[in-house]
């Protein structure tokens, strides 16, 4: 009997409220500026109710007058109703609205009840996919959480908001960053003084790239900001290194923070002072919430399943972009990493925190003359879509790189200004302006630092 029972279980519906929501539409067309964003053609039960609703959506976005007879001749014109069986079901629908006044609480069950169901059947995918067995267990987890988050993702409803209130949440926002002068409680610190005046810091939401050619520092830059916010926020820290193991990147970090030459610490000859800087080093780092993940070919969905488990997250690392992959069935790789560039802006927004990723550049730099070799937007690697997402774009670049390259003379004291000497290019600053920021570079230590006398950032 139960096992019956089961069988006849009724989808959630309410059909009274989709026929009063369109009843009220009918009756008062100008119902629709109520109701605008809060449902859509999918989420009525019935067929004839989306062909309505469709053909409503479509009258009124033309600006088409709208009532019962006007309606129906739309529904013939398009295949949905004959005029018969349309004029008697439509007058039903416009005599069976209790109140036109409360269309958006007709609205809200009709969109409750759609998720309702949208939920019955994401489980009924999940529990296919699980006996299957045709995908890895952990695809198959990833998988269920993602359908269940865009559920919960997409169940908000997010209305107008008047400039009076905006203003005053701007106004105390404003009043805090001067009583700790300057300091915005709300944006993420790079640890780097000179560009982060520039930036104007890192805000929630920011997609930040940073290219570079090859061997210019990029996987450094982006772990010693790591390191800096860790230590400065207290947040979690979380870094996807598709290129290099837990190891490896561990060992760069130790080096760079025990300012120890990285090729001394891949040899284990160090002295009896470097044991000291590296144990200070690691009794630092380990009261730090960084978590890495080194898994290859990783792509967006696992990343937010991952970063979901992860409590008072503050930053995100990619390294890098270019070994990333969709789930998207796309040959053009182009469009791929338009599409991952695209659901990382959308990651950034969704869990509100600044997430930095590195990117290759083209080879084009290395041809061009003299200073030439600076990078543009223009350089970046495989899609233009990274420019548009991006909030901030970083290029890195170095003189002393070109020159190890071209074997290039030059005198003892300019080979070691220009050794140490490294630019970040701010090419493009959604909230502020663009420049290059001078910074120092200690390569043997894999460190980047600022050049202006700043204690306060402490870099």
Known sequence: ??????????????????????????????????????????????????????????????????????LVNTLVERGDRDEAGGISYISLLANSVPSVANVRDYAKIVREKSTLRRLIRACDEINEEAYEEAAPVKSIVDSAEQKIFDISNNNDVKEFRHIRDVLQDVYQDMEKKSELHGEDPNATKTGFSGLDRVLVQMGKGDLIIVGARPGMGKTSFALNIATNVAKATKKAVAIFSLEMSCEQLVSRIISSEAMIDSGTLRSGLLKPEDWENIAHVISSLSGCDIYIDDTSAIGTTEMRSKLRRLKNLGLVVIDYIGLMQTNQKIDNRAQQVGEISRNLKIMAKDFGIPIICCA???????????????????????????????????????????????????????????????????????HGSVKNVKMGWVGQFTKFRTLEDDTKYGN
Do not use: W
């Open 1 to 70: 009997m139960d096992a019956q029972s089961n069988l006849i279980k009724q989808m959630p519906v309410a059909i009274e409220a989709e026929q009063a929501l369109l009843g009220s539409v009918i009756i008062k067309p100008e119902s629709f500026d109520k109701i605008g964003g809060m449902v859509d053609t999918d989420d009525f039960y019935l067929e004839e109710h989306k062909h309505i609703f469709e053909a409503l959506t479509s009258m009124y976005t033309r600006s088409k007058v709208i009532d019962t007879v006007t």
């Open 360 to 430: 290759q550049l083209n080879r084009g730099t290395e041809s061009r003359p003299g200073a030439g070799k600076r990078p543009t937007l223009a350089d970046l690697r495989d899609s233009g879509s990274i420019e548009q997402d991006a909030d901030i774009v970083l290029f890195l670049y170095r003189d002393e790189y070109y020159k190890d390259i071209s074997g290039g003379a030059q005198n003892d004291a300019d080979a070691a200004d220009s050794a140490n000497i490294a630019e970040v290019i701010v090419a493009k600053n959604r």
